[in-house]
Antibody
């Protein structure tokens, strides 16, 4: 069974940093592209970042480029999102989500809430 | 970036009725479009991928159609558990983008 479990969310002040983690199990993690997607309270879904299985291809949304960084450790079956220079508008539930070999995003974790506030 | 526009914003229907949701892309996404369902407090669930293919475990009452820039998600006969928010997403070009969502509510 595919499982994705996010952690690391919490309350952080504007300008602060946070590192999110996603523990993966039940599939070949190193062969799967992975995504971070976020959802601000009461709003729609916003795709944030993607990393290929080998980390050879990485893409960030313009809204987070230069502030957030996606990475992975295939030996630990873990995905990360390093978030720096956080702003109030980064407040959201952050989901990690798996891509199939056909680049379809299929399984999602339950999300971790990040709140940026003073 | 490719903008996806979903319509209507809200659809008020009764159980047993047919639901038709639209997603229009600002440029050609070929068939690289997916539909997700999201219920309150839950993660999104993949329903349809590559415009017309049902994901594993998705009931046959859900169907997708379209290609290029115009896509439709149809729920042939609404069940109580189908009242939720539905999002389309394209993976044709980076960055991947989502539509703003259509809420299907009980009339």
């Amino acid at each position: 069974e595919v499982q994705l479990v996010e952690s690391g969310g919490g309350l952080v002040q504007p300008g602060g940093s946070l590192r999110l983690s996603c523990a993966a199990s039940g599939f070949s993690f190193s062969n799967s592209g992975m995504n971070w997607v976020r959802q601000a309270p009461g709003k729609g879904l916003e795709w944030v970042a993607y990393i290929s299985g080998s980390s050879g291809f990485i893409y960030h949304a313009d809204s987070v480029k230069g502030r957030f960084s996606i990475s992975r450790d295939n030996a630990k079956n873990s995905l990360y999102l390093q978030m720096n220079s956080l702003r109030a508008e980064d407040t959201a539930v952050y989901y990690c989500a798996r891509d199939t070999s056909g680049y379809v995003t299929d399984y999602w974790g339950q999300g971790t809430l990040v709140t940026v506030s003073s | 970036e490719i903008v996806l526009t979903q319509s209507p914003a809200t659809l008020s229907l009764s159980p047993g009725e047919r639901a038709t949701l639209s997603c229009r892309a600002s440029q050609n996404v070929n068939s690289q479009l997916a539909w997700f369902q999201q219920k309150p407090g839950q993660a999104p669930r993949l329903l349809i991928y590559d415009a017309t293919n049902r994901a594993i475990g998705i009931p046959a009452r859900f169907s997708g159609s379209g290609s290029g820039t115009d896509f439709t998600l149809t729920i042939s006969s609404l069940e109580p558990e189908d009242f939720a928010v539905y999002y389309c997403q394209q993976r044709s070009k980076w960055p991947r983008t989502f539509g703003q969502g259509t809420k299907v509510e009980i009339k």
